[in-house]
């Protein structure tokens, strides 16, 4: 009788298995996420109230989804007319990578990769080691501990930026889209 059992046990365990659609990996489930937002511009606010982010509390901030192209997603940070930074997202194999590019700024290309304690709505990037011979070269040693993250919700999309003693936030609706002209 025993055996019985353990053949129906494993019987039935086969056939859930079978029977149960797997689940898309968090780094696929984001990606489709974002790809959603593509050709959209988004109004957004400072959430964050950290005081050397005076200027864009009272700014005109907005993203613009301005570029889907195979595995990468460009969203470019808006202040009014004038452009704070990029956003580049890069789909690779089992995660997500993030670079902040700041054009005519010596402090641009960094970022890092998801880690594993992202989800299919929230990718987390601890500064990778380029980014911090990048910080020790241009003397902002404590940026090294940076860890940005960017969510895609069904109403918001956000941008994070965390380390000891620093934290920035802005979130955008997604709810409706606004014309980037």
């Known amino acids: 009788?025993?055996?019985?059992?353990?053949?129906?046990?494993?019987?039935?365990?086969?056939?859930?298995?079978?029977?149960?659609?797997?689940?898309?990996?968090?780094?696929?489930?984001?990606?489709?996420?974002?790809?959603?937002?593509?050709?959209?511009?988004?109004?957004?606010?400072?959430?964050s109230e950290d005081a050397q982010d005076a200027d864009l509390a009272s700014g005109d901030i907005w993203m613009d989804v301005s570029s889907c192209e195979g595995k990468e997603v460009i969203v470019d940070f808006m202040n009014g007319e004038e452009a704070v930074g990029h956003w580049v997202l890069t789909k690779r194999p089992a995660q997500i990578e993030l670079r902040h590019i700041h054009?005519?700024?010596?402090?641009?290309?960094y970022g890092g990769y998801s880690t594993g304690n992202s989800s299919g709505a929230r990718m987390n990037f601890p500064a990778d080691e380029a980014t911090?011979?990048?910080?020790?070269?241009?003397?902002?040693?404590?940026?090294?501990?940076?860890?940005?993250?960017?969510?895609?919700?069904?109403?918001?999309?956000?941008?994070?930026?965390?380390?000891?003693?620093?934290?920035?936030?802005?979130?955008?609706?997604t709810t409706s889209p606004i014309s980037a002209e």
């Open 1 to 47: 009788m025993t055996r019985f059992y353990a053949f129906l046990l494993a019987s039935s365990s086969m056939v859930i298995s079978a029977c149960t659609p797997e689940l898309p990996a968090p780094h696929d489930e984001f990606w489709g996420r974002l790809n959603a937002l593509c050709g959209n511009a988004y109004e957004g606010e400072l959430v």
């Open 103 to 109: 054009e005519g700024d010596a402090v641009t290309g």
């Open 132 to 173: 911090k011979a990048l910080f020790d070269r241009e003397g902002i040693p404590v940026s090294k501990a940076n860890v940005w993250a960017v969510e895609v919700r069904p109403t918001v999309f956000a941008y994070e930026l965390q380390r000891p003693e620093r934290f920035f936030r802005v979130e955008f609706d």
